[in-house]
């Protein structure tokens, strides 16, 4: 199985902030990468696939990159409703693994 | 825009089986443009891919479950389903179902194995 190590587990930023998030691979992947959103009580919400492709209506403030084993997702300006946990996801090889999460919070 | 909605029981005996069914709605779970999934979420905690379907019913599995699990698709009524056999406390999580890519999901539902 394909391990996915995101860094760090959790991120204390303020409003307007840019942060950075790293997704690892154990092994390659090619660009077969997602990133998701999760707010508490809700499903995750798609905001990246194929590493750096933005999901339809999701903002520009999003951005990712990466190719092979090490993925970003950056978040630029950051807003209130952008606190939340974000998880990488795999889907070159089964099973499609996910990242263990990043937490970002409010400084 | 193609929505989901998880359906079944809250609670579920230990070694019985969970049984979870997915209604899409907005859109023919025959088309092809996707896979059908089923992901869980243990309190806390992160994401676990448990499998997906075509709508020619060709599946992939999590090896960590493939010995408990079976996802089935009934395409007359965009439906696809979750069995998995055998449950204990482990098996306590929010279920969602979602398209793959995993651009859809479905809001979630809670199953807690308890007696």
């Known amino acids: 199985d394909i391990q996915m190590t995101q860094s760090p587990s959790s991120l204390s930023a303020s409003v307007g902030d840019r942060v950075t998030i790293t997704c690892r691979a154990s092994q390659g992947i090619s660009n077969y990468l997602a990133w998701f959103q999760q707010k508490p009580g809700k499903a995750p919400k798609s905001l990246i696939y194929a590493a750096s492709s933005l999901q339809s209506g999701v903002p520009s403030k999003f951005s990712g990159s990466g190719s092979g084993t090490d993925f970003t997702l950056t978040i630029s300006s950051l807003q209130p409703e952008d606190f939340a946990t974000y998880y990488c996801?795999?889907?070159?090889?089964?099973?499609?693994?996910f990242g263990q999460g990043t937490k970002l919070e409010i400084k | 825009q193609v929505q989901l909605q998880e359906s079944g029981p809250g609670l579920v005996k230990p070694s019985q089986t969970l049984s979870l069914t997915c209604t899409v709605s907005?859109?023919?779970?025959?088309?092809?443009?996707?896979?059908w999934s089923w992901i869980r979420q243990p309190a806390g905690k992160g994401l676990e891919w448990i499998g997906r379907?075509?709508?020619?019913?060709?599946?992939n599995y999590n090896p960590s479950l493939k010995s408990r699990v079976t996802i089935s698709v009934d395409t007359s009524k965009n439906q696809f389903s979750l069995k998995l056999s055998s449950v204990t406390a482990a098996d306590t999580a929010v279920y969602y179902c979602?398209?793959?890519?995993?651009?859809?999901w479905g809001q979630g539902t809670l199953v807690t194995v308890s007696s």
């Open positions: 996801q795999q889907y070159n090889s089964y099973p499609h693994s």
């Open positions: 379907i075509y709508t020619s019913g060709s599946t």
């Open positions: 907005g859109g023919s779970i025959s088309s092809g443009s996707y896979y």
């Open positions: 979602a398209s793959d890519p995993l651009e859809y």
